[in-house]
């Protein structure tokens, strides 16, 4: 993301050690203690409610902790649990569906029954990022197909080709324009107008949105997959917010 962006990135975190309670992190009263410590702290600089994250093994608790002693503090998963829970989400609901099949062309046997937990995390990042491109290259093959039908309905098997050629011309030479533009001059993190002016872009997307929509409607296996392409982009967007601070 730095590679492509300009802008004010999130700083290096710093560290500081604070008073230490000499209770196990698990036992309820250190947690408590370490809650009501760090919303006296906070409020000797803001006045808003606290934003506290913890790890899933104590997320639980420092919910339950602060719901019934009606704390005013908002407890937070991090971040790369989030995203390892929501993998391991996707890694159930998609359990005989065929992506263990396609993760074992990218990794063994075990390795493939961790990224399916969530577990292996980069590996399960990695992985369906990259079986999500090749699903919507696909899709995108249809969305071509479908505008050449939509402008000439007329249009033979014979002379499809020559539509989509036309269209793939037109279309994918503006969207290699802007790719070139975006690694050359950059995007500014807090302004992404340059996208949203790009007519080929929102074409593109507003056809693939259609497209995904009819198929949809078509199976319930197509239905299965078209959600999994969206669960993936959620987790794109996500970890885009967590590097931004937005």
């Given amino acids: 993301m730095q590679t492509v962006c300009t802008g004010d990135h999130v700083p290096a975190a710093s560290l500081q050690l604070l008073p230490i309670i000499d209770l196990k992190p ?27 994250t913890f790890d899933q093994p104590l997320y639980v608790k420092a919910v339950d902790i602060a719901t019934a002693a009606k704390l005013n503090i908002v407890c937070r998963l991090s971040g790369f649990h989030t995203v390892m829970n929501f993998l391991g989400a996707i890694g159930y609901i998609m359990d005989g569906s065929g992506l263990e099949s396609l993760l074992e062309l990218m990794y063994g046997p075990n390795t493939v029954q961790q990224v399916l937990t969530g577990k292996a995390y ?8 990259i079986i999500q491109d090749a699903l919507l290259q696909l899709v995108l093959q249809r969305v071509v197909a479908q505008e050449s039908l939509d402008n000439n309905s007329t249009v033979t098997a014979s002379m499809l080709r020559n539509t989509t050629e036309e269209i793939q011309t037109t279309t994918v030479d503006v969207m290699h324009q802007l790719y070139g533009q975006i690694w050359q ?9 340059i996208l949203q002016q790009c007519e080929a872009l929102s074409t593109v997307a507003s056809g693939l949105q259609n497209v995904m929509i009819e198929m949809m409607s078509e199976s319930r296996t197509s239905r299965l997959w078209l959600n ?18 937005n």
């Fill in 185 to 193: 001059d950059r995007v500014d993190v807090g302004d992404d107008c």
């Fill in 228 to 245: 999994y392409i969206n669960w993936i982009d959620v987790i794109k967007m996500f970890i885009t917010a967590e590097r931004t601070s």
């Fill in 26 to 52: 698990t036992d309820e009263t250190c947690m408590y203690s370490t809650l009501l410590f760090t919303i006296d702290q906070y409020r000797k600089f803001r006045d808003d409610v606290q934003c506290v």
């Fill in 122 to 129: 980069a590996r399960a990042v990695r992985g369906n990022f």
